[in-house]
């Protein structure tokens, strides 16, 4: 595997399921984040990581919980989702924290019934 | 708060007809504008980093060039292949973290 790679690539759940997405980097980088992408809208930045702590948490609500065990592997566990919450979430990565040069996995489509 | 613009939001082009797309952009400081490309069903691909006015890249039929005020990323001789979301974001001196603008879905036609 090379890059940043995320699975599930496709998800439906009820709102209340508790599922989780994965991502993880074969860059060597330090920094990794999630974002959201909703049509018509720009990216939306959610969470920041570098070094495994999080540094930005960009008013997300709590049913969206990230965990970052590792430089290489960030979660996003979901919970109690909402029909708005149905997006593309993408993963990215940098070097570090602020780094010029961010690399994106191919995203989770996520929808929620 | 930083803002960042794209237009046109959808652009229709012939194969071989050149245009330009625009990124107007507000931040206190710039510290970095940037070009992605995005295809159906996936996540955005880095293309370019302007950091001061004057600066230009480019990358096959793509060139990018920066203003004070504005970015623009210029298509010469445009290919089907080219089809595609572009993206722009800014880095602001007061921030670690990238703004992004709506995007330009560009649609080549053969």
């Known amino acids: 595997e090379t890059g940043v790679t995320q699975t599930p690539r496709h998800l439906v759940m009820g709102m209340t399921n508790k599922k989780s997405l994965k991502c993880e980097q074969h860059l060597g980088h330090n920094a990794m984040y999630w974002y959201k992408q909703s049509a018509k809208k720009p990216l939306e930045l959610m969470f920041v990581?570098?070094?495994?702590?999080?540094?930005e948490n960009n008013s997300v609500p709590s049913r969206f919980s990230p965990e970052c065990p590792n430089s290489s592997h960030l979660f996003l566990h979901l919970h109690t989702l909402q029909p708005e919450d149905s997006a593309l979430y993408l993963c990215?990565?940098?070097?570090?924290?602020?780094?010029?040069?961010?690399?994106f996995g191919p995203g989770t489509r996520l929808t929620v019934l | 708060e930083d803002q960042v613009t794209q237009s046109p939001e959808a652009l229709r082009l012939q194969e071989g007809e050149s245009s330009s797309l625009n990124c107007s952009y507000t931040v206190s400081g710039l510290r970095g504008l940037f070009w992605y490309r995005q295809d159906p069903g996936k996540g955005p691909e880095f293309l370019f980093t302007?950091?001061?006015a004057g600066e230009e890249k480019e990358k096959e039929r793509l060139k990018a060039t920066l203003t004070k005020k504005e970015s623009f990323l210029h298509i010469t001789a445009p290919k089907p292949e080219d089809s595609a979301t572009y993206l722009c974001?800014?880095?602001?001196?007061?921030?670690?973290?990238?703004?992004f603008g709506k995007g330009t879905m560009l649609l080549v036609s053969p």
């Open positions: 974001a800014v880095r602001d001196s007061g921030y670690s973290t990238l703004t």
């Open positions: 990581y570098n070094f495994k702590e999080q540094t």
């Open positions: 302007l950091y001061s």
């Open positions: 990215a990565s940098s070097q570090e924290k602020p780094s010029d040069e961010q690399f």
